[in-house]
């Protein structure tokens, strides 16, 4: 049977913002109301904590893993939690065109390897018990809604910030414009689709991403562009394709001070093997009460790493008439 936390995090975007009673509003109101009960009645019982943590382990990881864009424009890939993650390309090997029965040159195969980090992703929060099964389930909603939000913006941040680290302002691969031309993003595309290679796999993805300030500037140029695209992706971001690459539209995420992740001025291109995320087994979620005051604390985290390691398939345009 599906648990209260499920529902209410499945019913809760489908509740009618009016008010008005929908067969999913009054189920979501029976999902709040039974939690609630529960919590009141089973607050002491250390496995109503223990079956909320899964609840929220399989919520919140479902939400980072298959809602997050991020892997449909990248190499991402979901490992084991103890498992190495080594990238590993093979060179040297030489083909030569000779007359018949001629000798073929020798050559050696060599190999590069590169290990990616592991880092741990997460939030910490806390609460007084008291609120907390005053209304437990409105603590739970919130915790699903703006962790899953939270995470993303973060992951986003992320990869970003490794971007700008492997494309600083002195790399030749970036570039500094006062108003972006039809010809910079063309060019970009050209140059990182050129430096894309064979990987066995089948074709590249090459995509462009920035903010709305950036990114509408593109469907401006009109010639090859297509503005259709499904509604679940439109409502996600992915705002169709300009010569051959994906655009997408990266949301403004933002800290708790407002100052943005992703600054407004920047459009990215570049190619789905520029670099590689790995995601290291699933979200793990505790809880418990501190023992010396009355309250309880959540901590959900997720081992994560990240590795740009060819630069030269990406471009980074700045345009400086755009406000950051």
Do not use: C
Not at 102 to 111: A, D, K, L
Not at 254 to 275: K, M, Q
Not at 291 to 311: C, E, M, P, Q, S
Request: proline share 3%; aromatic share 10%; charged share 25%.
């Amino acid at each position: 049977m599906t648990s209260a936390v499920k529902t209410l995090a499945r019913t809760r975007a489908a509740v009618d913002p009016w008010g008005r009673s929908n067969e999913a509003t009054e189920e979501y109101q029976k999902a709040h109301d039974e939690l609630n009960e529960r919590a009141k009645a089973e607050w002491s019982d250390p496995a109503f904590h223990r079956e909320i943590a899964t609840d929220l382990e399989s919520i919140l990881d479902y939400q980072f893993t298959f809602e997050n864009l991020f892997s449909t424009y990248l190499n991402v890939q979901n490992v084991g939690e103890f498992d190495r993650v080594i990238l590993r390309e093979r060179r040297g090997l030489k083909v030569f065109y000779t007359s018949r029965g001629g000798y073929i040159e020798e050559s050696q195969m060599r190999s590069e390897e590169w290990e990616l980090p592991r880092d741990t992703l997460g939030f910490h929060v806390s609460e007084h018990i008291d609120k907390l099964r005053m209304n437990f389930a409105e603590t739970i909603e919130d915790m699903v809604a703006l962790g899953g939000q939270r995470l993303e913006a973060e992951v986003n941040r992320r990869m970003f910030n490794l971007l700008q680290a492997a494309v600083p302002n002195t790399s030749p691969y970036y570039k500094s414009v006062a108003g972006m031309a039809k010809s910079d993003l063309d060019t970009a595309i050209r140059d990182v689709r050129d430096a894309i290679k064979p990987n066995g796999m089948g074709p590249v993805p090459v995509t462009i991403i920035g903010r709305a300030a950036m990114v509408d500037q593109v469907s401006d140029f009109n010639l090859g562009f297509d503005p259709e695209a499904t509604e679940e992706i439109r409502a996600k971001g992915r705002l169709g394709v300009y010569r051959g690459a994906n655009i997408v539209q990266v949301l403004n995420y933002t800290d708790d001070s407002g100052t943005s992740f992703i600054p407004a001025n920047e459009l990215w291109v570049f190619g789905g093997t520029v670099g590689k995320f790995a995601l290291y087994g699933g979200l793990q979620v505790k809880s418990w009460d501190e023992n010396t005051v009355d309250y309880r604390h959540y901590l959900a985290r997720k081992d994560i790493g990240g590795l740009f390691h060819h630069n030269g398939q990406s471009r980074r345009i700045v345009d400086s008439t755009v406000t950051t």
